[in-house]
């Protein structure tokens, strides 16, 4: 199975939705988790993925130059030998280096179409603008802000989604779906 570094800044739910995926789902067999890596020791992701007996590895970015804390995590990640870095709401910009090291290699999952909302705050955006519906994306990671190629888009009908949790309960239905299939099928034609 090709390994997983998960990395993740907050609660974790897409990391929850991958690692049930690979239990019993469209990873079975296909993916293994290789290490849970947060940017923040205090994020309930990590505590999540250990209370479900995963490896987890964390290193605080508060205060620390993008660069060379990137290069740290290089490090730190290549000590679990991952096949594939997969980003699961990690509120961080990669810097090239970080890229560079695994380059084709870096999977993202954005809660917008990425052609037309980059960086923070995706849902407020479709909720602020009473968008009728968004796209989950999802993309391999390039140099640029949400610019990478996509491997996969899905719509999520907001028709009738009055509060900003109802948008994000939506999006976060789709998301947790498409991002285990989006992986299964990269991972597949990859071998
Ligand atoms: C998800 O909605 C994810 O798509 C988004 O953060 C949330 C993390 O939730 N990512 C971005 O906005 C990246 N720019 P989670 O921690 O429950 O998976």
Same mark, same amino acid.
């Given at each position: 199975?090709?390994?997983?570094?998960?990395?993740?800044?907050?609660?974790?739910?897409?990391?929850?939705?991958?690692?049930?995926?690979?239990?019993?789902? %469209?990873?079975?067999?296909?993916?293994?988790?290789?290490?849970?890596?947060? #940017?923040?020791?205090? %994020?309930?992701?990590?505590?999540?993925? %250990?209370?479900?007996?995963?490896?987890?590895?964390?290193?605080?970015?508060?205060?620390?130059?993008?660069?060379?804390?990137?290069?740290?995590?290089?490090? /730190?990640?290549?000590?679990?030998?991952?096949?594939?870095?997969?980003?699961?709401?990690?509120?961080?910009?990669?810097?090239?280096?970080?890229?560079?090291?695994?380059?084709?290699?870096?999977? #993202?999952?954005?809660?917008?179409?990425?052609?037309?909302?980059?960086?923070?705050?995706?849902?407020?955006?479709?909720?602020?603008?009473?968008?009728?519906?968004?796209?989950?994306?999802?993309?391999?990671?390039?140099?640029?802000?949400?610019?990478?190629?996509?491997?996969?888009?899905?719509?999520?009908?907001?028709?009738?989604?009055?509060?900003?949790?109802?948008?994000? /309960? /939506?999006?976060? %239905?789709?998301?947790?779906?498409?991002?285990?299939?989006?992986?299964?099928?990269?991972? /597949?034609?990859?071998?």
């Amino acid at each position: 199975p090709a390994r997983l570094a998960i990395l993740l800044s907050g609660r974790g739910s897409n990391m929850l939705a991958l690692a049930e995926a690979v239990r019993a789902g %469209a990873l079975r067999g296909v993916a293994e988790i290789a290490v849970v890596f947060s #940017n923040d020791p205090a %994020a309930p992701g990590l505590e999540s993925a %250990a209370a479900l007996g995963l490896p987890t590895a964390s290193l605080p970015s508060k205060g620390r130059k993008r660069e060379s804390f990137d290069l740290e995590v290089v490090d /730190r990640l290549k000590e679990y030998q991952p096949d594939y870095v997969v980003l699961a709401g990690y509120m961080r910009v990669l810097s090239p280096a970080f890229v560079r090291a695994f380059a084709g290699r870096i999977v #993202n999952i954005h809660p917008a179409d990425t052609h037309q909302h980059q960086g923070l705050h995706a849902y407020e955006w479709a909720f602020d603008n009473r968008l009728s519906e968004t796209k989950i994306t999802v993309h391999l990671v390039d140099e640029g802000l949400d610019t990478g190629p996509i491997l996969a888009q899905q719509v999520v009908n907001l028709v009738g989604a009055d509060t900003l949790a109802e948008v994000q /309960r /939506r999006g976060l %239905a789709v998301e947790h779906t498409l991002y285990a299939n989006t992986l299964a099928d990269l991972i /597949r034609k990859e071998g």
